[in-house]
């Protein structure tokens, strides 16, 4: 069956890094495209970057040249790096992966920016 596992959310100060990942298994990794969103409480979840199976990356305008998203197609996993974050920051990250009309979501990881 298909699984997307993130790891590497914690608490991090304002202007600190993090390193998202996302291990996929039981899909064909290499089609698929992938995505970073996040949800704050009482918010919407919300897209914040996507890479095509292609390795094309885009990003939502408030994290464009803090966060990179990147992708292993070897080893299956999808990365976020988070440079200069920001109390706003804060939120659960999920990984998504999509392909036609299959969609699929992991889990998700707190990442948490505060002093």
């Known amino acids: 069956h298909v699984q997307l596992v993130e790891s590497g959310g914690d608490l991090v100060q304002p202007g600190g890094s993090l390193r998202l990942s996302c291990a996929a298994s039981?899909?064909?990794?290499?089609?698929?495209?992938m995505a970073w969103y996040r949800q704050a409480p009482g918010k919407q979840r919300e897209l914040v970057a996507v890479i095509t199976s292609g390795g094309s990356p885009n990003y939502v305008d408030y994290v464009k040249g803090r966060f990179t998203i990147s992708r292993d197609n070897a080893k299956k996993e999808v990365y976020l790096q988070m440079n200069s974050l920001k109390p706003e920051d804060t939120a659960v990250y999920y990984c998504?992966?999509?392909?036609?009309?299959?969609?699929?979501w992991g889990q998700g990881t707190q990442v948490t920016v505060s002093s």
């Open positions: 039981g899909i064909i990794f290499r089609l698929y495209n």
């Open positions: 998504n992966g999509a392909i036609l009309a299959q969609n699929f």
